[in-house]
């Protein structure tokens, strides 16, 4: 897996790193974030998130249009410290007044545009490493290494943004809980006129935080220090984009031969007297057509599988119990998600070391983690309290920890000739994402609309949190069928001269998926049962599917 990759790629690869570690710890927030500063609804909250993401992954179009005209390496660069500049305003604690919102909103703003600056070009660099013939066979595996250090950044974020919420809160005497925020501005909003049981509730918790006068002094001060915790967790984004440009500066000579466009490798091929083949029109037109239907098809699993940060966030926590026990507590650890992919790597050592020596290292990192496993299982506490937050850390360790696993599969079936074509892999995500749904939809039999839940102030049942982590699983295989395999088919399909663009294009239709999560939004506060809400994207996973297996021949012909 690792064995003959260019330094390259793990410069690139880190370098991205630090900027999605603090991309998704601003993300683990965002929608809690917005519902506690500025008490939006669902509705609006999910609109909101379905448009900033839209953004962040449409303006790569326009980011690699820029790259393709004047270099991809002073894009990524520009877009560094773009985004800068937008976290560092998130971070800034405002009123929630005209003024506070008109800030976030520029804020979002710039830190859509540097992202399309830097995140598709990129990955551009990483394809254009492979270009090189002693490395175009390491392609897919490449990419699915470069996936992996994504998820190794985002697989950190939430736990510290839970840990940015629990210290800030606790200097004024506070601890998180979902529940408080939309009960304080309802109070806020309807005072004395709230009705009975959510008044009896907000009583409650703020009674078990040691207030027993004013309760809008209480929902004031609530709001007001979970809101500057919140800023000081998008302030994090900011350091580690600190550490991501100077790990791409010190190491740019690893990849400096790859930051070249196609106008340039023309110049330099007729300096030298060689000749470039190039591609038809007809050609051309082919493998444009190619990408932008497999483009279509990406929408809906992005609309599904984004859903992490809205639906899936409200689903932990409007119904899922706050309480983890037994083995279960141990997943909501950071420390302990990292020994278990200790050990999952060490096992891959153990089976791919060619020497002994490497066996035996192998097997004792391996019996070193369980160990220390079971340790930490006999002293860490039960139960274990955790946030809405929390569950988005198992995704990325998922991505991690089967990545090598993935990797090792196709790796066996194209040797015997039977790997999957990259459309056919997107394909199969699209069904296994199906499945995803069908677990939460199963679990949510049964349990108040979110409507309800919204008139009675809280829900009456609160279901097992492997529910999310079981959806969370299955949509992770999905996740690396599609994405990893589909970024390195647009770094081999696209037309050199439109490497950018095409780059572009994947994000932008993403973009579009990313948007049509609000749409799901609008269904969560609809009145509709909730095991409907999850139905829909199980339909609209299945028919895409059936989509792109329809045109499946299409696809492959035209990339051959």
Not at 275 to 291: F, G, V, Y
Not at 486 to 494: E, L, T, Y
């Amino acid at each position: 897996m690792f064995k003959g990759q260019p330094k390259g790629l793990y410069a690139l690869s880190l370098a991205n790193t630090g900027e999605r570690f603090g991309y998704y710890t601003m993300l683990a927030i965002f929608t809690l974030f917005l519902q506690a500063k500025f008490g939006y609804t669902e509705a609006v909250t999910t609109q909101i998130y379905g448009i900033f993401l839209a953004a962040v992954y449409f303006m790569p179009f326009f980011g690699g249009i820029l790259a393709d005209k004047f270099g991809f390496g002073k894009m990524v660069t520009l877009g560094i410290f773009i985004m800068f500049a937008g976290y560092a305003l998130l971070a800034i604690p405002t009123s929630a007044g005209f003024a506070g919102q008109a800030l976030m909103f520029g804020a979002l703003a710039l830190i859509a545009c540097g992202t399309g600056l830097f995140k598709g070009n990129l990955q551009v660099l990483v394809g254009n490493l492979y270009d090189d013939p002693a490395y175009q066979a390491k392609r897919d595996n490449a990419f699915s290494i470069f996936y992996m250090a994504i998820n190794i950044g985002a697989m950190f974020a939430p736990g510290m943004a839970k840990w940015i919420t629990n210290h800030f809160l606790a200097q004024d005497g506070l601890v998180y809980n979902g529940q408080i925020p939309a009960l304080a501005h309802q109070y806020l909003e309807q005072g004395a006129g709230m009705p009975a049981e959510p008044l009896a509730k907000l009583q409650e918790l703020a009674a078990s935080m040691g207030s027993t006068g004013d309760l809008a002094a209480f929902s004031e001060h609530y709001i007001e220090k979970l809101s500057t915790a919140y800023n000081m967790g998008f302030g994090v984004a900011c350091v580690s984009l600190v550490v991501s440009y100077l790990i791409y500066v010190g190491f740019r000579k690893t990849f400096k031969h790859a930051d070249v466009t196609a106008k340039q490798q023309a110049a330099a091929a007729e300096a030298a007297g060689v000749h470039q083949a190039e591609l038809t029109p007809a050609q051309t037109k082919s493998r444009i057509t190619a990408l932008l239907l497999v483009f279509a098809v990406v929408i809906f699993f992005w609309m599904a599988f984004h859903q992490n940060g809205s639906t899936m966030t409200f689903f932990a926590r409007d119904y899922t119990t706050s309480e983890a026990t037994g083995v279960t507590r141990m997943g909501f650890d950071i420390f302990n998600l990292v020994l278990v992919l200790v050990g999952v790597y060490a096992v891959v050592g153990l089976f791919q070391s060619e020497k002994g020596r490497g066996k035996i290292i192998s097997a004792v990192v391996f019996a070193a983690a369980l160990g220390a496993l079971y340790y930490r299982y006999t002293i860490t506490p039960d139960p274990v309290h955790i946030l809405p937050s929390d569950f988005q850390q198992f995704n990325p360790f998922y991505v991690v920890g089967l990545t090598p696993i993935s990797v090792a599969i196709f790796t066996a079936l194209a040797r015997r000739g039977k790997e999957p074509s990259a459309p056919r892999k997107i394909g199969m995500g699209m069904v296994i994402a199906a499945f995803g749904f069908l677990i939460l939809t199963v679990g949510s039999f049964g349990l108040m609309s979110p409507a309800e839940v919204k008139a009675a102030g809280v829900s009456d049942t609160f279901v097992s949190q492997n529910w999310l982590i079981s959806t969370y699983l299955v949509l992770t295989f999905a996740e690396l069928l599609l994405s990893p395999m589909g970024i390195s088919f647009v770094s081999k399909v696209a037309p050199p001269k439109y490497k950018g663009m095409m780059m572009g294009c994947w994000f932008a239709a993403t973009a579009v998926g990313n948007y049509a999560t609000s749409l799901i939004g609008y269904l969560w506060g609809s009145g509709m049962a909730l095991w409907m809400v999850w139905s829909v994207l199980i339909v609209l996973c299945l028919l895409s599917a059936v989509f792109i297996f329809s045109i499946m021949k299409k696809l492959e012909s035209a990339t051959n």
